[in-house]
C-alpha cells in the first residue's frame, strides 16, 4: 500500500519539471568532412545554375539577317516617298511608313488587338484590319476599333547620304528626315518598340 | 539415375510420366511469371472461391511481382464502386496510357515540319490504314482526358480529400492538371492547320506578356522558337509533347499514386468520425481483394471505356483539319482551345499582365496552398459551408469567364468584314462561305451587283442593272472622279486585280447557286443598313488560269459615325453620316478574293 502510494507522488514529482525543461539543442561546429561536403554542394550548385544558364542561351534562337527575328536592311529604292502607300515586307511582317511632316516609322503589321494582320487600304488611305475592323494612320496611330494601342513599330536606323544616321526613339515615334537623302534603312525586328496609348 | 549428366526435364518425364511432367513444368512457368501464383490458384480466383492454400498466393504478386507492388492487394468496399469516386482517378491513368499508345502510332507517320506536318495530317487521313481512326480516338482521348482531369479534381475538393495527410498528393494532383492541360494545348499545333496556328498564337502570346518585358520577351523565344511561329516553333512544340511533358506527366503520376497508396483512397466523409482518418485501417470485413474482384472491374472498364471511345469516333466524332497554317490570314473569330477559353475570357477585362499571367499564377497557387488554408478536421458538407462556397464561386467565375471567352462576347466586327466573312470564309467549325460550294460551271466571268435584287420584279432586274451601270460611270458635277474609276483604282492598286472596266451584267438565270448567293448578299447588306449606309456590293469573277477562276467581293458604302463599334444614331432614329469638310458623305471600300479552282471540294455545312 505504502510502496503504491510513493511511486504515485514520485510520478507527480517526475512529472512536473519536465514540462518545463526546454530541449536543449547542441550544435556542434562543422568538423572538416562536413564542411568540405557544404563546400562541394555549393560547388554543384553553382555548376548546375551556370549549366542552366548556358541550357537557356542554348535554346534561345538566332536569327540570320533577313530573317524574322534579325535585322534587315533595306536601299533608298524600298523606302517609299513621303504620304505615299506604305511598303509592305511580309518576310519581316512589317510596314514602311513614310509620313510627310512626320518622317520614317517602320511598323510592325500584326493588329495590336488580337494579333490580325491589318492591311493598306489605299482607298480609305489607312490601315484596316480584317478582323476586328481596327483603323489605324499611316503612321501607325489608332484611329477607331478595339485595338488597345496604335500599331508596334520596330527600332530602325536611317543611314542617309551624307554619312549621318539618324535612330528610333524608345516609343518608336517616327524619325525626322529633313529633305537629306536616305541612302538605307536597317530593321531591327527583333526590338519591338510599343506604345502605352492609342497615340 | 539421370539420362543426362545433370538433373533434366526428362528424368520428370521418366518419373511422373510424359503428360504429368509437361503440366507440372506448365505450372511451374505460370507460378514464375504471376511471381506466385500456379493454375489451380488462378482458377479459384477465376470461380470465385476462396484460396485453398496458406499463405494466400493471391497476395504473393503484390509481395514478389514488379507490375502489381504499385497496387494494393485489398481496397476499402467503399471506394471501389462507382460512388463517391466515379473512377476519375483511375480513368485518368487510363486515359494517360491511352494516349500515350495511340500517339505512337501517330508519330510513326509524323513529321515535325511545316513544309510537310499538313500533308502528313492528310496522308494519315487518308492513306494509312486506320489512320484516321486513330488520330480521332487521339484527339478525343485528350478531350476527354481534360474533362476527366478537371471532374477529378473537383470530385477531390468536394469529398474534401485533400486534407491532411492528404495535401501533398492534392499539390502533385494540381501539377498534373496544370501538365494535361499543357500537353492538349501543345498537341494543338501539331496538325499545323490553321485552327492549330491561331489558336496556339493566342495562347502562346500570353507568355510573352510575363513580366518584367525581359522576361516574357525570352520566355517566348524560348517556347516559340522565334518571335512567331514557325519551323522552330512546331519542332519545339513537338518535342514538350512527345517527350518532355509526357517524361514529367509520369514522373509526378508516379509519385501522385504513390502517395494515394501510403495514405489509402480517402473514405466517404459520412463513414468516418470528424478527424478520422481510416482508409489505412480496413476491417476484414470491409477488405475487396486485388484479385480477382478489382482486378476484374478495371478490365472491364477499360473495355468498356474503350468501346466508348471507338463508338464515339465511329460515328460521332472525327477531328477538325483545317486549311494549311497561313501566318498571312487570320481565321476571323479565332479563339483559344476551349478549357483556356476562361484565360480569353478574363483578358476582355483589362489588362493582359494581370488577366493573362497574373491571375492564373494566383490561381494554381492557390489551389496549391488551399489544403493548408482549410484546416478544419470535418470532411462533412454541412461543416464545410464557407468553404465550399469558394468552390462555387470560383467554378461561377471560371464559366463565366470561358463564355467571355467566345468569339461572340464583346468583341465587335464591322458590318463589312461580317459580310464578307459569310461569303469567303474557309471550312471551319462546320460552316463555309456562301460562294465557295457554287459549282464551277456557274462561275461565268463576269462583273455581278447585289443592286439586281433591289428591283421588285424580276422582269425589271436588267433595268435595274443597267441604271446602275449608268451610276457607276457619272461624273460628279463638281470635278470628281466617277464611282467605276475609284473602284477601278482600288481594285488595281490593292487587290492587283487589274480590269479596263466595270460593265455590270445580270446574273445569268441558269446560274441558280451563283444567284442565291448574290441575292444573299443583297439580303445582308440590307439588314447591315445602319452601319452599311446605301451600300452595294460587286461580285467580280475572273478566269486566272484554264480550271482556276478569282472570285473578288466588294463593298462600297458611306461611312457613318460609329463609337465602339457601334452605329451612332441622330433623334430621329437615323444614323449619322460622316461629312467631308464639303459636306459630301464619305464612300468606303472593302473587297477580299478567293480563288476556286475546278477540283476544290467544297460542301455547304450539313443543315446549312
Known sequence: MATVVSTETQAKVTAAPKERIAPRVEVAAPNRREFLYYIWGASIAMLLGGSGVALIWFALPRFAEGTFGGTFTLDSSRVPVPGAAPT???????????????????????????????????????????????????????????????????????????????????????????????????????????????? | MSVLPFPSFLDDIKEKGLKRAVFDGVNEVVERITAGMNLQDIREALRGEAPSRKPNPRLQPHADGFWLHMRPSYFHKSVTGVYPEFRLGWLSTYFVFFETITGIFLMVFYTPSPEVAYANMLTIMSNVPLGQFMRDLHRLGAEAMVIIVTLHMLRTFLTASYKKPREFTWATGIILIFLTYFLSFSGYLLPWDQLALWAVTIGASMVEAAPPEIVGTNLNLLLRGGPDIGANGLLRFYLLHVLAVPALLFMFTGVHYYKV?????????????????????????????????????????????????????????????????????????????????????????????????????????????????????????????????????IMSMLVIFSYMGLAEFGVVNSADTTVMYHLTKEPAHNQVGTLRPIPFEELQAGIYTTRQFEALDESEQTTVVNAFNAELEMVNTDGGRAIAEDVLAYLGTSQNLPLSSLEVVPVSSSSRELREVVEGFAHELEINENELHNAWGLIIVTDVQDDLKRIDVVIRWEDVELENGKVVFDEAGEPVLRLDENGNTIPRLNSQHIYIHRDSQYFAAPGA
Open chain 1, 88 to 199: 509592305q515586307v511580309p518576310e519581316g511582317r512589317f510596314w514602311v511608313s513614310n509620313v510627310a511632316n512626320e518622317g520614317l516609322v517602320v511598323l510592325f503589321g500584326v493588329c495590336t488587338h488580337l494579333g490580325c494582320l491589318p492591311k493598306w487600304v489605299s482607298t480609305n488611305n489607312r490601315f484596316e484590319c480584317p478582323c476586328h475592323g481596327s483603323k489605324f494612320e499611316l503612321n501607325g496611330k489608332y484611329i477607331e476599333g478595339p485595338a488597345p494601342r496604335s500599331l508596334d513599330r520596330f527600332a530602325t536606323t536611317i543611314t542617309f547620304a551624307d554619312g549621318t544616321s539618324a535612330i528610333s526613339d524608345e516609343i518608336g515615334d517616327p524619325i525626322p528626315i529633313e529633305g537629306k537623302i536616305v541612302a538605307s534603312v536597317a530593321i531591327n525586328t527583333g526590338r519591338r518598340l510599343r506604345r502605352t496609348g492609342k497615340n
Open chain 2, 261 to 393: 497508396i501510403i495514405h489509402g483512397h480517402s473514405l466517404p466523409p459520412k463513414e468516418e468520425n470528424i478527424g478520422e482518418d481510416t482508409a489505412k485501417r480496413v476491417p476484414l470485413d470491409k477488405r475487396v481483394y486485388f484479385i480477382p474482384d478489382v482486378l476484374t472491374s478495371e478490365i472491364m472498364w477499360i473495355a468498356v471505356t474503350t468501346l466508348i471511345l471507338v463508338v464515339l469516333v465511329t460515328w460521332f466524332f472525327h477531328a477538325p483539319l483545317e486549311n494549311h497554317a497561313d501566318p498571312q490570314v487570320t481565321p476571323l473569330g479565332t479563339t483559344a482551345p476551349w478549357y483556356f477559353l476562361w484565360v480569353q475570357g478574363a483578358l476582355k477585362l483589362g489588362d493582359k499582365v494581370l488577366w493573362g499571367i497574373i491571375f492564373p499564377t494566383v490561381l494554381l497557387v492557390f489551389f496549391i496552398i488551399w489544403p493548408y488554408i482549410d484546416t478544419a478536421p470535418s470532411r462533412r458538407w454541412a461543416h464545410r459551408r464557407i468553404q465550399l462556397t469558394v468552390g462555387f464561386v
